[in-house]
Nanobody
């Protein structure tokens, strides 16, 4: 199994920045890719960004150019650098791993952007 713990959420003004972290533990050797999802109140959970073990990335159109996903394999940690935040980025952000043994989710961290 893989355990994922997010951190770094908070309240920020529009135009500000936050960096989220997702620390993985357990069967980290089995992780093929990791990603960030978000879920706003009353909306479906959506993929924000993902990164493979080889470093390939993809982003949702709404965050492209503002968010950067990265991963430090030595620390078993994934990051999401969020710049130029907008009120519509307000959501609970979840970390997810796609592993040989299954898919795993973190508990989520709240990001709130005030206008």
């Amino acid at each position: 199994q893989v355990q994922l713990v997010e951190s770094g959420g908070g309240l920020v003004q529009a135009g500000g920045s936050l960096r989220l972290s997702c620390a993985a533990s357990g069967a980290v050797f089995s992780i093929n890719a990791m990603g960030w999802y978000r879920q706003a109140p009353g909306k479906q959970r959506e993929l924000v960004a993902a990164i493979t073990s080889g470093g390939s990335t993809n982003y949702a159109g709404s965050v492209k150019g503002r968010f950067t996903i990265s991963r430090d394999n030595a620390k078993n940690t994934m990051y999401l650098q969020m710049n130029s935040l907008k009120p519509e980025d307000t959501a609970v952000y979840y970390c997810k791993s796609w592993s040989r043994g299954g898919d795993y989710w973190g508990q989520g961290t709240q990001v709130s952007v005030s206008s």
